[in-house]
């Protein structure tokens, strides 16, 4: 029947060229008769019915008989007999069946994971004097500001591992300065007793800082291999963002290895997640679903076009940087003494020099100045590595320790000279 073809007066009749009789009804539905102006001979009762029903029933036989008969047939008709109609799985054309996720399990290993990471985390809270360099009425005024960060318990005697830049904030702009931490205090997790912390050690180019209350029995947190995560696993971002302490949330190792560039110009190599971090998260713990530490979550990207990209400086990166810290209050580092620029081929060519790291500057009584670095000499080779950049030397230059020899192939004046140097520490 079809609607769109409906004629407008719905009592009219009509016969057509085709011998077809259109009837239209007052209910908008159109049916079609056959009609025969030729007027019909009796026929036999056998002839006319019996006998083409019986053909009928033999030839619907013979079809089903030939269909049931070919599998492949047989299977369209019928459904495949092994498909998995169960309510543990669904069918896909292109892959077979699929099977359901229980999402208990989900939340079991979340449960299971914030009971062991929770203990070993705190909140840190920590106050700063404020200096305005001007004001209307003349002169310098201070007053004490406060902020909020994370950390994890990596001793039961109260050593704890956070952020630099969660206690050291010393900084200045063009009206005001800050200062150093003035008093750091730390809440434990189910615990109303505040501790007052005092700073271990910092280390700014790593972003990484450790702190100490005095107590003791605390629950240290358990480090996983950093190294082995892979891109889709399960992880957890524990701290107390916004000042909300033990706080989870949940997503996955978005990508590692992530190089970002923070607004001070600093490279880092991190874990990204999409685990939501926050202001305050700061210094906490990005876990797996074993509940041990992949990372310290450090940063995120924000805009109006971010969402969910957070960042961790990976934990196997931070266990040397953690003992020089409580060791020495600092990271002793290797060090050459010079200040060098990065000369690519356009650059090299315009300035009749070949391509490697051009020495601006040697600082007096370094490594460098001992070993006969001059200011002009392009280096080219580290340890017998070509190089070009000074990424590519400090990467070489922080493999070794303080003390070592290190060869260092300069290009002076259009000649290849070997330099062997003995690495002093970083001041």
Do not use: W
């Amino acid at each position: 029947m079809e609607n769109n073809n409906q004629e407008n007066n719905t009592n009219s009749t009509h016969e057509n060229s085709s011998s077809f009789k259109t009837v239209s009804n007052p209910n908008n539905y159109k049916a079609v008769y056959e009609i025969n102006d030729k007027p019909k001979k009796k026929s036999n009762f056998v002839k006319n019915i019996v006998l083409p029903f019986f053909s009928g029933v033999v030839g619907c036989a013979v079809v089903l008989g030939t269909c049931f008969g070919v599998p492949t047939i047989r299977n369209q008709i019928m459904g495949n007999t092994n498909s998995n109609t169960s309510n543990n799985s669904f069918n896909t054309q292109s892959t077979g069946h699929v099977d359901q996720v229980s999402l208990s399990n989900y939340s079991d290993t979340s449960v299971y994971v914030a009971n062991k990471i929770l203990p070993s985390i705190v909140g840190i809270q920590i106050e700063y004097n404020v200096t305005s360099m001007f004001s209307i009425f003349g002169g310098s005024q201070s007053s004490t500001a406060t902020a909020s960060g994370s950390g994890i318990i990596i001793s039961d005697d109260g050593y704890i591992l956070t952020n630099n830049h969660v206690v050291s904030s010393n900084e200045s702009g063009s009206y005001y300065q800050v200062s150093e931490a003035t008093k750091v205090t730390v809440s434990l997790f189910n615990n109303e007793t505040k501790y007052d912390a005092t700073i271990v050690g910092t280390d700014e180019q790593t972003d990484l800082a450790v702190i100490k209350i005095d107590a003791t029995g605390l629950t240290p947190a358990e480090f996983a291999d950093s190294d082995s995560i892979k891109v889709g696993e399960f992880a957890m971002a524990v701290g107390s963002p916004l000042g909300l302490q033990s706080t989870i949330t949940c997503g996955v190792v978005s990508a590692v290895s992530r190089e970002v560039t923070y607004s001070d110009g600093k490279t880092y190599t991190l874990i990204q997640t999409d685990a939501a971090i926050n202001a305050g998260n700061s210094g906490g713990a990005l876990v797996n679903s074993e509940g041990n530490v992949i990372g310290v979550n450090t940063l995120k990207l924000t805009g109006n076009d971010v969402e969910g990209m957070g960042f961790a400086i990976p934990i196997n990166s931070t266990t040397d940087i953690t003992s020089q810290l409580i060791k020495y209050s600092k990271v002793r580092r290797p060090y050459i003494g010079i200040t060098g620029m990065d000369l690519n081929s356009e650059t090299a060519k315009k300035n009749n020099l070949v391509e490697g790291i051009y020495v601006k500057n040697v600082e007096t009584f370094s490594s460098a100045e001992k070993g006969g670095i001059k200011i002009g000499d392009v280096i080219i080779k580290a340890n017998g590595k070509d190089i070009k950049t000074m990424d590519e030397l400090n990467e070489i230059k922080n493999s070794l320790s303080i003390g070592d020899e290190m060869t260092i192939t300069v290009n002076r004046d259009g000649k290849k000279i070997d330099v062997t140097i003995t690495l002093g520490e970083q001041p």
